[in-house]
């Protein structure tokens, strides 16, 4: 597996997560975030590129999430703060070579970890 997620769990409505992302063999030129919940599409959250410099947002999250990554360590971490119930999801890791605002390039998944926001 090239990705693994972890940092998901259950947290009240206002309160934060940092979730983490490891990549197991290699750095990627740019790395995602997305979640999904059951019977709904994937949707994108947040993504970072190389060099940590740019960052992309969906507008749900704008303001309230922060990306970053360690490169020496192949980490990534989206920092979620004033979660609400909407924010509960599968929250995907992904993966590409491509460049930042290609949403439809990823090409490595992890298998997901849940968080849940409680009203």
């Known amino acids: 597996v090239p990705l693994v997620e972890s940092g998901g769990g259950l947290v009240h409505a206002g309160g934060s997560l940092r979730l983490s992302c490891a990549a197991s063999?290699?750095?990627?030129?740019?790395v995602g975030w997305f979640r999904q919940a059951p019977g709904k599409e994937r949707e994108f959250v947040a993504a970072?590129?190389?060099?940590?410099?740019?960052?992309d947002y969906s507008d749900s999250v704008k303001g309230r999430f922060t990306i970053s990554r360690e490169n020496t360590k192949r980490m990534v971490y989206p920092q979620m703060n004033s979660l609400e119930p909407e924010d509960t999801d599968v929250y995907y890791c992904?993966?590409?070579?491509?460049?930042?605002?290609?949403?439809?390039?990823?090409?490595?998944w992890g298998h997901g970890t849940q968080v849940t926001v409680s009203s």
């Open positions: 992904a993966a590409s070579d491509g460049s930042l605002y290609r949403r439809n390039d990823y090409k490595f």
């Open positions: 063999a290699r750095n990627f030129s740019t």
């Open positions: 970072i590129s190389w060099s940590g410099v740019a960052s």
